[in-house]
């Protein structure tokens, strides 16, 4: 008598996108497909470490009410910026995108403006479903006034490709800071005081559906200017505190669905924490399907 089939437990099935996105990300692809599973031993399904790792967004993240980002109305006022972002800033009154770009490239008001080749507004589809919001540029972007060109642009490129996205189509780019600082250190509070207005009234423009901030001066900016921490709160808690969840943030009359993740350098340096960020993308693409069609009707 042939021995009984194993009862295997329900592993959860990696979709096409899922798998397209690890592999687009570096990270092995291990995980059977239901079929592929019928096969599976025991012994392969019952790794915990492996089922951590693995699983879907959603998973990890079992609070995913649907959001729907409310669209600015005539009445609604505009946020009240929480961190400080200068009141009298000229970014809030740029009245569109060209605007706002020759206003970046002619900024002076820090001392990053004078070691700048080329300010870096930002880049891509001007009415956005996707805002990809980083730290600042570097050597490479500095050359080209582009965001995210160089290495850990290509891994950005990567990411979105493994999203079904690139940079030029429903996703706009752009950075916290605009100038490159010296050597590429950290932003200096001033000058991300000075800079994070423009990147607000971008917000205020591009109207995107869905936020993702990489790495932590992006989640700290967008998070405490969108009110959904303190400044102190936004500045004291880790990145691995912020991400893996959904934030909700006011920005600019909008309220929007912010995710963190770990910045593509971060991720360069530290392959390791790839499959987390793609535990990160999982759920921005599932906030993104979870949103009514809401552009039609503005
Ligand atoms: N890192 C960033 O945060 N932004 C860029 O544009 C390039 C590298």
């Not at 961190?83 to 060209?98: E, K, M, Q, S, V």
Request: glycine content about 8%.
């Amino acid at each position: 008598m042939s021995a009984p089939a194993p009862i295997l437990p329900a592993l959860p099935r990696l979709s096409d996108r899922h798998r397209a996105m690890l592999q687009e990300m570096g990270v092995p692809v291990w995980w059977p497909s239901a079929e592929e599973a019928v096969g599976a031993g025991p012994a392969a399904q019952s790794d915990p470490a492996a089922k951590t790792e693995r699983r879907p967004a959603a998973a990890l993240n079992p609070v995913r009410p649907p959001v729907e980002p409310t669209r600015p109305t005539p009445n609604r006022p505009a946020a009240t910026p929480a961190t400080g972002a200068a009141l009298d800033h000229p970014a809030r009154l740029l009245p569109d995108l060209a605007a706002l770009e020759a206003a970046v490239h002619d900024c002076s008001r820090c001392g990053l403006a004078q070691r700048r080749q080329r300010a870096v507004p930002g880049m891509g589809d001007p009415r956005p479903d996707w805002l990809i919001i980083g730290e600042a540029p570097g050597e490479e972007e500095d050359r080209q006034g582009l965001p995210f060109v160089g290495r850990a642009g290509q891994l950005l490129d990567r990411m979105l490709a493994a999203m079904g996205l690139t940079r030029e189509h429903r996703v706009y780019i752009a950075n916290v800071i605009k100038c490159r600082p010296p050597l590429n250190r950290n932003p200096d509070p001033v000058e991300i005081a000075q800079c994070s207005p423009y990147l607000l009234r971008q917000v205020e423009l591009l109207q995107p559906k869905v936020i993702i901030a990489m790495g932590r001066f992006a989640a700290q900016t967008v998070l405490a200017e969108g009110g959904a921490l303190s400044p102190e709160a936004a500045r004291q808690w880790p990145l691995g505190k912020l991400r893996g969840q959904l934030h909700r943030v006011t920005l600019g009359g909008l309220t929007l669905p912010v995710v963190v993740t770990y910045h593509p350098a971060y991720l360069l340096r530290s392959p390791g924490e790839k499959a987390k960020a793609w535990a990160d993308l999982c759920l921005a693409l599932d906030t993104m399907d979870g949103l009514q069609p809401a552009r039609a009707a503005v």
